[in-house]
């Protein structure tokens, strides 16, 4: 019987997937998705090959909880950063912000997009995971537009752009270039959302 980590079986099982998911992030880091085997993630994480089965099927089964614990913990932290938040313009900027720490910290690279080495059945289960985060978007943007803050908009072409310009956008890694990089972000997204003269007079 392999040894239990921590002081029960449900601690045990918390922090072997944790484990796992820094093995994992690491490596993709290093090596990018396709180019590891889950007998690598075991290895990097210390933990027994077969012990890994009792946790998930498959890398691809290891990725998608990994990804589905990430999102949970960002969405989070941005509900919490937004529960005292009451202006629309300031909530965007909020969101703004946290996904510019999230793209600090949480990466899957190198190696092609993943979308193009998983299963169509996992990369649907991702885009599903996707739609916590989109969700909290469109919240915001619906309340900007109510209280005439921002243009009337079809929102199922708005989150998937304003998503895709925060993803993409490199930032600086610190400094005042990150602060005037980040700054330059959230007044783009607030035109392009239609808060024109909101953005231009903060």
Known sequence: MPKIIGRSLHEHREQTRTKLFGALAELMAERGFDHISLADIAAHAGIGRTAVYNHFA??????????????????????????????????????????????????LAPGPDLRTVLSRETAGRLREHASVV?????R???????????????????????????????????????????????????????????????
């Open 58 to 107: 498959d890398k691809e089964s290891l990725l998608l909880g990994y990804i589905t614990h990430e999102t949970v913990q960002f969405a989070e932290r941005l509900e919490a950063a937004l529960e005292t938040v009451e202006d629309p313009v300031e909530q965007l900027r909020t969101y703004v912000r946290q996904q510019a720490e999230l793209t600090r910290d949480f990466h």
């Open 134 to 138: 989109e969700d909290i978007l469109r």
């Open 140 to 202: 915001i943007l619906a309340h900007g537009v109510r209280a005439g803050v921002f243009v009337e908009q079809d929102f199922d072409v708005t989150v998937p752009l304003v998503n895709s310009c925060l993803s993409g956008r490199g930032l600086p890694a610190d400094g005042p270039e990150r602060a005037r990089a980040i700054a330059a972000t959230e007044t783009f997204v607030l035109r392009a959302v239609g808060a024109q003269e909101r953005a231009t007079a903060a």
